[in-house]
């Protein structure tokens, strides 16, 4: 959800109400001074003025059956309003009227008073055409003090009251019976006054949920038999009110705050934080004037809510299907990114201070992560203390504190199990999980253990052993800027690594056993692959090819083979005015795809495999690249830029959808096939992750 617009002074007097009306997409407001506003919900310009309460208006609804606006107010009024501003029909209570609801079920209105609750049927012979409410009510006094809250689920009514108590009433079916007959009662539901009440559906289960809130500074949330399921505690005021937003699965909480507190309802997990950055990214500024959230609306037909402050304000928010659906944070810049597929997926970055983090989403929900961090610097001591024959190629010494010690780039060899991280410092290290602990774990595990003999697969108790260093290899002499990872088992005996820096070398390394291969060498006799700095490399699993980037504008493709001297020089390609800082190999199109820093974007297709028969397609993307990957089901081409994340079609370079939430320079981009998602990394220090691209299939 994110922010889309603000109405600012409203009303003369604080809003005391809020409610929509979907066919003619106009909020309406009450107010403590007794009138109502119908304003449109785009320009908020106000349609209608409703001057007829003397009193607060209490409680709004659209009734849409009857295309009817129902008010209610502390003058005792209810008060049913058409297109004009003249009533449509007046009820006079007598007493102050605190809510009001609509049973379809039964054809009544429903409102909550002082100790009591008032149904209200059609009158015979009128229809929800022209409906005209029955003065003669239902009343029914179960409750001790003020209804506050109604809520109509098919045929129940459910009641929530200062009195603390929740009561379930049964409506019946028999046209001469309009009682509520009582069929539960809660007497204490909560410690204090409850002050709202409202439903949600679970479609796992096909049910419905109740879900309470109160001065006792917690929400509940009830079967539709109102038996407790979660207490969510902790808030920090009385709850004002609550809304469950179907989309996104999130429940909103409202607790006379100046932003809102999110939860999973199913697991009743406080999920602000995964959250705050993309829905109240915009809020800020209103909260710098102090303004307190008091009333939610939520519009199913428009997929927006709706939200009134102590200030006469009034929010829209709006779901946006392209915004993160979980916001990660990290102490510092992340650069590096990957992830390895096996289960559970893991998901590692790699920031500016020389520290990975792995991350691991909780079974409880999609939206919060487990995190695990280990230092550069900490692999660097252990080694230092360990058997550097076999474990070593060779340790540089460089100062760190002078060279830099971000983590540039990361990948991830499934064969291996083994995670490789390049970085300033000039060194690759080499991570491997714990196999020590991993043996120790696998020894603990109770002989029949049911819960361990389903697992089967070895890799659970790998990751939960954790990762250490094996080694770190050195053969750079300034940063390394690309890793790529060489790999077929019916060809090779084991995996290969490439690496390029900022120094111009490639180096090639036997991941397995962690020894250098060679390095390239040029005619000259020298190890320099280029004019100027490398600033990324990729491998073409299906060509058997990789290309790097470079500093001096061109892209370099060779051919691969075990002995780096023999890498054939297979195709310069030219075209960018600047430095090259992005190329990775597109297998679903078979076309390279390189990013610069001219802001543009190209796909290099080969027709026919032929490096003579270049098709290339430019997108001037108007600002630099800074992360570029593509889409491993479809090959749409992921490109950061600055902040901002697109999506473009492979063979049209289309623009699909663009992607905004964060609020730096996007650094790193993964696609994760499993989960349908993409990942990306930014300086503003954290993490998103988007739902993936799905290509629209027109049906035959």
């Known amino acids: 959800m994110e922010l889309k617009t603000t109405h600012r002074e409203v009303h003369c007097k604080p809003i005391t109400a809020i409610t929509f009306n979907p066919l003619r997409r106009e909020i309406i407001t009450g107010s403590e001074d007794g009138s109502i506003k119908v304003w449109e919900s785009e320009s908020g310009k106000t349609v209608l003025n409703l001057n007829h309460h003397q009193g607060w208006v209490t409680d709004l609804f659209y009734w849409q059956d009857a295309k009817l606006l129902v008010s209610a107010s502390n003058d005792g009024l209810l008060v049913t309003w058409s297109t004009s501003t003249v009533p449509h029909q007046e009820i006079?209570?007598?007493?102050?009227?605190?809510?009001?609801?609509?049973?379809?079920?039964?054809?009544?209105?429903?409102?909550?008073?002082?100790?009591?609750?008032?149904?209200?049927?059609?009158?015979?012979?009128?229809?929800?055409?022209?409906?005209?409410?029955?003065?003669?009510?239902?009343?029914?006094?179960?409750?001790?003090?003020?209804?506050?809250?109604?809520?109509?689920?098919?045929?129940?009514?459910?009641?929530?009251?200062?009195?603390?108590?929740?009561?379930?009433?049964?409506?019946?079916?028999?046209?001469?019976?309009?009682?509520?007959?009582?069929l539960s009662v809660f007497r204490q539901a909560h410690t204090a006054a409850i002050t709202c009440l409202t439903m949600i559906r679970d479609n796992e289960s096909n049910t419905w949920q109740i879900i309470s809130g109160s001065f006792d500074r917690s929400v509940?949330?009830?079967?539709?038999?109102?038996?407790?399921?979660?207490?969510?505690?902790?808030?920090?005021?009385t709850i004002t009110s609550i809304s469950y937003i179907p989309l996104t699965r999130v429940l909103w909480v409202l607790c006379g705050q100046q932003e809102v507190a999110m939860f999973d309802p199913k697991s009743g997990e406080n999920i602000t934080e995964y959250l705050s950055r993309q829905d109240d990214s915009r809020l800020v500024g209103v909260c710098n004037n102090k303004y307190q959230l008091l009333h939610?609306?939520?519009?199913?037909?428009?997929?927006?809510?709706?939200?009134?402050?102590?200030?006469?304000?009034?929010?829209?928010w709006k779901y946006n299907s392209f915004a993160p659906i979980s916001t990660l944070q990290c102490r510092h810049c992340p650069e590096g990114l990957t992830y390895t597929g096996k289960s559970p997926i893991l998901i590692f970055t790699g920031d500016s201070d020389g520290r990975i983090t792995k991350w691991e989403q909780l079974q409880l929900n999609n939206f919060m992560y487990s995190s695990d961090s280990f230092t550069l610097q900490d692999a660097r001591k252990t080694l230092q203390f360990a058997?550097?024959?076999?474990?070593?190629?060779?340790?540089?010494?460089?100062?760190?504190?002078?060279t830099g010690r971000s983590v540039n780039k990361l990948i991830f060899a499934e064969e291996l199990d083994i995670l490789v991280a390049a970085s300033e410092d000039s060194n690759v290290y080499v991570?491997?999980?714990?196999?020590q602990a991993m043996h120790e774990l696998r020894d603990s595990i109770p002989v029949g253990d049911k819960m361990f003999q389903k697992m089967g697969d070895e890799t659970v108790t790998n990751r939960v052993a954790g990762l250490t260093c094996r080694r770190v290899l050195n053969k750079h002499t300034q940063s390394v800027t690309g890793l790529a990872l060489v790999s077929h088992p019916k060809q090779l005996q084991t995996t290969y690594l490439l690496s390029c820096g900022?120094?111009?070398?490639?180096?090639?390394?036997?991941?397995?056993?962690?020894?250098?291969?060679?390095?390239?060498?040029?005619?000259?006799?020298?190890?320099?692959?280029?004019?100027?700095?490398?600033?990324?490399?990729?491998?073409?699993?299906?060509?058997?090819?990789?290309?790097?980037?470079?500093?001096?504008?061109?892209?370099?493709?060779?051919?691969?083979?075990?002995?780096?001297?023999?890498?054939?020089l297979l195709h310069v390609l030219q075209g960018h005015e600047s430095e090259v800082s992005h190329v990775i190999w597109n297998s679903v199109a078979r076309a390279w795809v390189s990013g610069s820093d001219d802001c543009t974007l190209r796909t290099w297709t080969l027709e026919q495999g032929d490096y003579l028969r270049i098709v290339t397609a430019?997108?001037?993307?108007?600002?630099?690249?800074?992360?570029?990957?593509?889409?491993?089901?479809?090959?749409?081409?992921?490109?950061g830029l600055?902040?901002?994340?697109?999506?473009?079609?492979?063979?049209?370079?289309?623009?699909?959808?663009?992607?905004?939430?964060?609020?730096?320079?996007?650094?790193?981009?993964?696609?994760v096939p499993e989960r349908s998602q993409y990942i990306s990394s930014s300086w503003d220090g954290s993490i998103c992750i988007w739902n993936s691209y799905k290509p629209y299939n027109r049906m035959m």
């Open 642 to 671: 600055q902040d901002v994340i697109r999506v473009y079609e492979s063979g049209t370079m289309k623009r699909l959808s663009t992607h905004s939430g964060h609020r730096d320079s996007v650094r790193g981009l993964l696609h």
């Open 387 to 402: 058997n550097h024959h076999s474990m070593l190629t060779s340790l540089s010494q460089t100062d760190t504190s002078t």
């Open 296 to 316: 939610l609306h939520y519009v199913p037909e428009l997929h927006e809510v709706y939200c009134t402050t102590n200030r006469r304000t009034v929010m829209a």
């Open 92 to 182: 006079r209570i007598g007493n102050p009227i605190y809510c009001v609801a609509w049973n379809s079920k039964r054809e009544q209105i429903i409102i909550g008073m002082s100790k009591s609750v008032k149904a209200f049927s059609l009158v015979d012979g009128s229809s929800l055409s022209s409906p005209y409410l029955n003065e003669k009510c239902e009343t029914v006094s179960h409750h001790s003090d003020i209804v506050k809250s109604i809520v109509c689920i098919e045929s129940r009514v459910y009641t929530a009251s200062f009195d603390r108590s929740i009561i379930m009433y049964e409506t019946s079916s028999y046209p001469s019976d309009r009682t509520l007959h009582v």
């Open 502 to 568: 900022a120094d111009r070398r490639l180096c090639m390394w036997d991941l397995r056993f962690g020894t250098l291969v060679g390095t390239y060498i040029n005619s000259a006799g020298c190890e320099v692959a280029s004019e100027e700095a490398i600033t990324d490399i990729a491998y073409a699993n299906d060509r058997q090819e990789f290309a790097y980037s470079s500093a001096d504008k061109l892209i370099y493709i060779r051919k691969f083979t075990t002995q780096p001297n023999n890498w054939q």
């Open 618 to 639: 430019v997108v001037d993307t108007q600002c630099p690249i800074t992360a570029l990957t593509c889409d491993v089901l479809n090959g749409a081409v992921i490109v």
């Open 220 to 237: 509940k949330l009830w079967t539709q038999d109102i038996q407790l399921i979660h207490k969510i505690e902790g808030l920090s005021g």
């Open 431 to 435: 991570w491997a999980f714990d196999d």
